[in-house]
Structures are given as structure tokens and as C-alpha cells.
């Protein structure tokens, strides 16, 4: 069952909203902060047995001799699989799946290598035995020992020499298609102004502050997994065809997860090997993957070269709007990024043209990674924007405004939900705009030169569908069932919020249960999807469980309820009242001789597809704002610090205003390492990743972010359930843009190229 949000409404009893909007502690909290949270690494088993993976050390090729003697005479360790002597798993399916489980593996399969069932080797870093011991110091020592000799194979390894190779994009996940609204390259060319700029942003890699893990156990023919992962249901798909088992015989856990970021989503080879050799073995295997290992194995940010070109008249309406791109993927995998996605809905303009091109190479496929091409492709655009107001004159802010589109400008679709202009009015009075002097290098801090820029930040809305169970008992405590993930963002809290809210008790009643593939399913944990998604199941569930209770107190003729409806009712301590009459949950279970009522909602998938199709047709749904930044530049190092930040943002209906100030917080953090620091470096020579460490790998630290002040418009969206849109994703878009654009306002040059290092500005 899928509810619209005004379907709710007229379903539900009203009630005052009491915890939703709220700054809730994160119900995890306390497990989380005394260590009785388990995390999928942390979970005993008699006989536990270690695994580490063995890596290889050559971009393409075929091994052509394994000496595992050494290792294997090691103490305590188990066995050593390789491609020689291990049961294969079923390969990712080629060509057109036959099923929609197929469809769903093969679509979010990390890469389509069929580990230790190949002699080839297809990227530096492949996994290509592994050790299983019965600890983990044992496994990793007797890893080193194992010697591998290869016949290696010519290697496309070059992303820029490869680039004027570029095929065009075919679409995907993430989409990618073509646009051409009017005739863009001429009307740029007439154009009065005009901007016309390249830029390229560096491969990135996932650093999440749980390393990728995984425990697998079998039982006869039954397998449960604990692992860390954004999608259960997915990854359970996933190993019913790849180990030919029905789904019923597969459990997934990830109560708790250590950062996603996207990098969890896919299904990467840790988990697939953990569960091959606690199979092979007989034994249950940990699989826990070193910092190295995940830059190894586990796909980041693919690199990009970007062109924008954008035309204006002397008012600064935009003429014409240019916007390519070209990305990698590996020759094994890996899904296109919607680079030029956003720049589809930003801008008014008549010419509009976008293009997206792709180059394959012996290389780890890229994957998700928070805002997967809207982060890389805004920073582009609106350096771009900033740079055409330079041109003008104009202040970018005021550019902007002029600009701003009354409909989406390709297409014509309206939008659901867009304040784009009353987040940067709202912004620049708090950020001081009035005090920024236009003129580059004119505002000074002492020594230090100081810079403000401002970006727009824009990120898509989506829905997917929901099951949820929702259970009160005799006490008055509840229980919500749903598969979600919780994955450090405080997920549960915000469904406990709006169960509290729904039934009108207090939070502290609420349970939530997830992370587990027994549970009603949700979906992954990714792409700003949950929240809402989740929202709307148990929004259903809870209106049900209402529906039902007061059918119970309608049965006896004492009851205060007799004969009212439910939209004639207020929820509210922890029961059904019309005006000072009515009843507790507890009194209307024990008249009905009940221990406890429960609601199941099971999402009509043929119901959710329609509703999603004519949502489509008619809106474009978007979370969006405006991003502040203030540096200081020393005008003889050129060393960059951020100093001051704000973000104003129009993300929906906000359940819990300390979880989503944390989400955006962190996604800005995410922006500013993208803007000044992080970069995965890579020999050209072997395709060998030269830092894959965090002492080498340049993440923000406390001494490199300032205070991140944040504000909310807190508008609901009509079209989506509660109204929320979502906040996971949007705040690293725009982030490195508003960066750049306060250096150029500081230093009066341009960076195209990320990260702003020391070299670009000297």
C-alpha cells in the first residue's frame, strides 16, 4: 500500500505535532557511546575463523603460477584459496537478465570479475587469493607470503590521454542522456558576454570511518551475513544468485553501519569472498577490510574533464548554457555519472546543450559516492556562473535571480517544491553580503587576504517503495518494523519521531527495529531516498494500526468512539479522543480481550510506479540552496583557510533538526576536502594507487573547518510523504564552487582544476 501525502491526511486523526521538527538525540546514542552497539566485524562465532586478501600488483594480465607453500605452512591458518582450488561462484549475469533479481545484481554489482574463478587480472589491486586463519594477524602475515607470477598485457591506464577517445554516455542509473533545447553553440557565439571555461576534478575515494566488513556463516544450506552494507534487501539479492540459494534461505544484518557515503551501496568483493570462504572452508569467516584494501576493492569518484560555456546579454540573462563532460569507468564495471544533470533545472535559458562522453580503463570501476556527479558537475557550473559575473560585472547573486526559471527550463515541468531566491535573500543577510566588496583582492584581514563566494547547491528527489509493521501492546509500547539502514545518519530516530507523532505517544514508547533482511523492506540507504521512503510506510502503517484499534473500541457499546470516524479524531496520550471523550490504546485493547494490535503495509509496487510516473510527468522534485563561504588566503604562501560558512538550504519538511544539521554539516565538510585537499593519486605506469592511506589521502581534520553555521526554510514538499525531501546529499553540491568562487573573489584567479592547491595559486 502507497499513500500520497493528501491521502494520509484525510486518513489520519489529528493530532499536535510534537516531535517532528524536533532536535532529538539520536536514539542510538547511548549503545552507540558504551560500546553495546555491534557492528558487523564485532559479532562472535564458535570457530571464527580470519580472512585477508591477497592483491594484485599488476593492472592487466593473466597469473600464470601461485606458490602458496610458504603461506600455508604458516600456523594456524586454515586454507588459501585461489582460482585453482575454489568453487566458483555463479558469474554477474551477462547480456539481458532473465529475472528482476538479476536485473538488480548485475546493475549493482561493484565490478563483474567472478573472484577466485579467473586467471585474469583486470586492474592493480584485483583480489586474487585469499588467506583464511584462525586470526587475524595469522591471515595477514601469511597473505604477504603468498608469490604470484604473472604474464602481464598491455594497459589503457591514461585518463587524460584517453580522453579524446570519449564515446558518448548511453544513460544508466544515474542518467546522462543528451539535451539540446534551441541552438546553443550559435547563440553563444552571438552572445554580448560570454564565459567559455575547462575544468577537471581528480578521481576521489571512499573513506569511511568503518572500513568495508563482513562476517559470513553458513548453516547447511542457509547463510547469514552480517555485513556492512547500505542495501540488505539488495545485497541478499545479490547472494541468492550468485551462491543459487532461494532468498528465504539468506539473512543480512547491518544494524549499525560506520559511514556509507555511498561506497556500502554496491556489492563489493570483501562481502562475496567472506561468504565463498566461510563456504569453502566450512567455518565461519570475518573478512575485514585493511584502509588499503578498500582503495583496493571498493570503487571512489570517478575523475572528470568538464567544459561550460555560458552566453549572456548586457542584463545577464543567459543566452546560451554549454555543459560537457567526460568520466571513466573500468573496463569491468562501473556506472556512469550524471555530470550535467543538475545544470538540466538551474538556469532559465532558451539554448541549452549538455552532453556526457565516457572512457573505459584497466582500472577499479568508480561508484557511488555522495552526490555522484551533481558535487563534480556544480562545482563546474557554478564556478562558471561566478566567472560570467566578473565578466558583467554583476553581483552573483543577482545573476542568479535573473535567472531563476518560473518552470524547470528543459522540459517545462513545474516544480513541486523551489526557493532558490529566498534562500540566497535569507543567506546573504545572515552572511553579511552587504559588507563584500566586488572588487578582487580589496577585502584584507590583517595580512591575509579575505574572499566570499557563494554556489547553488541542487540535488534530485526520489521515492522508492516502503513495507513497514507497526505493533503497540497492552503498555502502550510500540514497535516499528522496517528493513532500513542505519548508517550513522539517525535514521531509526527519525521514524520513531513520526511514529510517536502519528499515534500520538510519547517517543520514549517507541521501538524501532532494522537492519535486518527478516524485516519489512525498505530501501538502500542512499541517494536522499530513505527517510521519506521509509516515511511514507509508516505513516500507511500507523493510520492502519488506528483504523483498527478504533474498529476494536466500536464493538463495545460503552466505548466513548461508538460511531466516530477516525478523521474525527485527536491522537493524543497515547490514544483516540473527540473533544475531552475517549480512550488509551490500553484501554481499547483490554475491552477487546487484546495483548497487542499491529498494522502491515506492503507497498503496492503497481500503485508506486503509477503515482512515480505521473509525479514525473508533472514535477521535478529537487532538495537545493545556497551555500556561503569566506576564505583567507596568505598573499605570500597562497595557503588557503575556510574561515566562515553557511548554508541555506530547502530541503522539505525537516524531522529532526540535529540529525539533518549533522547531514549537512558533513556533506559541506565533504565539499571543502573536495575544494582545497582530497585527490586519489595514480601511477600511470601500473595503474598502482600511490596513496591509499589516510596519512596520505588528505580528508578534512577539526583544524581545517570552521564553523558551519546552518538554516533551514523548512517548507514542506506537497508531493512527498510528511513533505520531506531529504538531506543526505545536497550539501556537497555547490560546496567546492562557493569555495573557488571566495578564492578567485580573494586572489582574483580562477581554479579550474581541483583541489585548490598551493602550485594554482603561485
Known amino acids: 500500500m502507497t499513500v500520497t501525502q493528501s491521502e ?46 591477497v592483491h594484485a600488483t599488476i593492472s592487466r594480465g593473466r597469473i600464470t603460477a601461485i606458490d602458496t607453500a610458504e603461506a600455508k605452512a604458516v600456523r594456524g591458518v586454515v586454507d588459501v584459496l585461489t582460482h585453482e582450488n575454489t568453487p ?31 586467471d585474469e587480472v583486470h586492474w592493480n589491486g584485483q583480489p586474487v587469493a585469499v588467506v583464511v586463519a584462525e586470526t587475524p594477524e595469522t591471515a595477514r602475515y601469511a597473505a604477504s607470503l603468498v608469490r604470484l607470477t604473472y604474464r602481464e598485457l598491455p594497459a589503457t591506464l591514461d585518463f587524460a590521454a584517453e580522453e579524446p577517445k570519449a564515446e558518448p554516455q548511453k544513460g544508466g542509473l544515474m542518467g546522462g542522456a543528451s539535451t539540446d533545447k534551441g541552438d546553443a553553440p550559435a547563440a553563444l557565439a552571438a552572445a554580448a558576454h560570454s564565459v567559455d571555461l575547462a575544468f577537471s576534478t581528480p578521481p576521489h575515494n571512499h573513506n569511511a570511518l568503518e572500513p568495508h566488513a563482513t562476517t559470513a556463516v553458513w548453516d547447511g544450506d542457509r547463510l547469514t551475513v552480517h555485513d556492512s552494507t547500505q542495501g540488505i534487501s539488495g545485497l541478499r539479492k545479490h547472494l541468492s544468485q550468485r551462491f543459487g540459494l532461494p532468498e528465504k534461505r ?33 567455518r565461519p569467516v570475518r573478512l575485514s577490510l585493511t584502509r588499503e584494501g578498500v582503495y583496493h576493492t571498493v570503487g571512489g569518484r570517478t575523475p572528470s574533464t568538464q567544459r561550460v560555456a555560458l552566453g549572456a546579454g548586457a542584463d545577464g540573462r543567459l543566452t546560451a548554457l554549454l555543459h560537457t563532460s567526460v568520466s571513466r569507468l573500468g573496463q569491468v564495471g562501473g556506472m556512469p555519472e550524471n555530470i550535467t544533470g543538475s545544470s538540466r533545472h538551474l538556469y532559465a535559458c532558451d539554448n541549452i546543450q549538455l552532453r556526457q562522453s565516457v572512457v573505459r580503463l584497466d582500472l577499479l570501476s568508480n561508484t557511488f559516492m555522495r552526490a555522484p556527479g551533481e558535487s563534480i558537475g556544480s562545482f563546474a557550473m557554478e564556478s562558471a556562473v561566478d566567472e560570467l559575473a566578473c565578466e558583467l560585472g554583476m553581483d552573483p547573486i543577482e545573476l542568479r535571480a535573473r535567472n531563476e526559471p518560473e518552470r524547470d527550463p528543459v522540459g517545462g515541468k513545474q516544480f513541486s517544491n523551489r526557493r532558490l531566491v529566498e534562500a540566497y535573500r535569507v543567506g546573504a543577510e545572515m552572511f553579511g553580503w552587504r559588507e563584500r566588496d566586488a572588487r578582487p583582492g580589496a577585502m584584507r584581514d590583517g595580512r591575509w587576504l579575505v574572499g566570499m563566494g557563494v554556489a547553488t547547491a541542487y540535488h534530485p528527489q526520489m521515492l522508492m517503495p516502503a513495507n513497514a509493521t507497526v505493533r503497540i501492546d497492552a503498555a502502550g509500547k510500540v514497535v516499528v518494523q522496517c528493513g532500513l539502514h542505519e548508517i550513522g545518519v539517525g535514521a531509526a530516530t527519525a521514524q520513531a519521531q513520526i511514529a510517536a507523532d502519528e499515534l500520538g505517544v510519547p517517543l520514549g514508547s517507541v521501538r524501532v527495529e532494522h537492519g535486518d533482511s527478516d524485516l519489512p523492506q525498505a530501501p538502500f540507504a542512499g541517494g536522499s531516498v530513505q527517510t521519506a521512503s521509509a516515511a511514507a510506510a509508516v505513516v500507511a502503517a500507523c493510520a492502519k494500526l488506528k483504523r483498527t484499534l478504533l474498529g476494536l473500541a466500536r464493538r463495545s457499546a460503552a466505548s466513548p468512539l461508538r460511531g466516530r470516524r477516525l478523521e474525527e479524531l485527536e491522537v493524543r496520550d497515547g490514544g483516540l479522543y473527540h473533544g475531552g471523550r475517549g480512550q488509551t490504546y490500553a484501554e481499547i485493547l483490554a475491552g477487546a480481550g487484546r495483548g497487542h494490535a499491529e498494522a502491515v503495509i ?8 503509477a503515482k512515480t510516473v505521473r509525479d514525473t510527468r508533472r514535477y521535478v522534485k529537487a532538495a537545493s540552496g545556497a551555500q556561503f563561504c569566506e576564505v583567507r588566503v596568505d598573499p605570500d604562501t597562497f595557503e588557503v583557510r575556510v574561515s566562515r560558512w553557511l548554508g541555506v538550504f530547502d530541503v522539505g519538511t525537516v524531522i529532526n533538526t540535529r540529525t539533518a544539521e549533522s547531514q549537512l554539516r558533513g556533506g559541506i565538510v565533504m565539499g571543502i576536502g573536495m575544494a582545497l585537499s582530497e585527490q586519489t593519486l595514480i601511477d600511470g605506469r601500473d595503474g598502482r594507487i600511490m596513496n591509499p592511506s589516510l596519512s596520505e589521502y588528505h580528508v578534512p581534520v577539526h583544524a581545517d573547518i570552521p564553523r558551519i553555521d546552518l538554516h533551514c526554510l523548512n517548507e514542506p514538499d506537497p508531493i512527498s510523504p510528511l513533505g520531506v525531501v531529504g ?36
Open 88 to 118: 566458483p561462484m555463479k558469474p554477474v549475469p551477462k547480456g539481458i537478465p532473465t529475472s528482476m533479481n538479476a536485473v538488480f545484481s548485475a546493475m549493482l554489482s561493484g565490478t563483474s570479475v567472478n573472484y577466485l574463478a579467473t
Open 8 to 53: 494520509a491526511v484525510e486518513e489520519r486523526a489529528t493530532g499536535t505535532t510534537k516531535y517532528v521538527g524536533q532536535s532529538v538525540d539520536r536514539l542510538d546514542g547511548p549503545a552507540k557511546t558504551t560500546g553495546k552497539a555491534r557492528f558487523s566485524a564485532e559479532f562472535p562465532y564458535p570457530g571464527l575463523t580470519y580472512a585477508a586478501v
Open 727 to 762: 538531506v543526505g546529499e545536497v550539501s556537497i553540491t555547490g560546496a567546492a564552487a562557493a569555495v573557488a568562487n571566495a578564492v578567485r573573489h580573494a586572489t582574483g584567479k580562477r581554479v579550474v582544476d581541483l583541489p585548490i592547491t598551493l602550485d594554482k595559486l603561485l
Open 250 to 282: 539468506i539473512r543480512v544484518l547491518a544494524q549499525y553501519v560506520g559511514g556509507g557515503f555511498g561506497g556500502k551501496g554496491s556489492f563489493w568483493a570483501g562481502t562475496l569472498l567472506a561468504v565463498l570462504a566461510a563456504r569453502a572452508t566450512g
Open 602 to 609: 506492503k507497498a503496492n509496487m503497481l500503485g508506486f510506479v
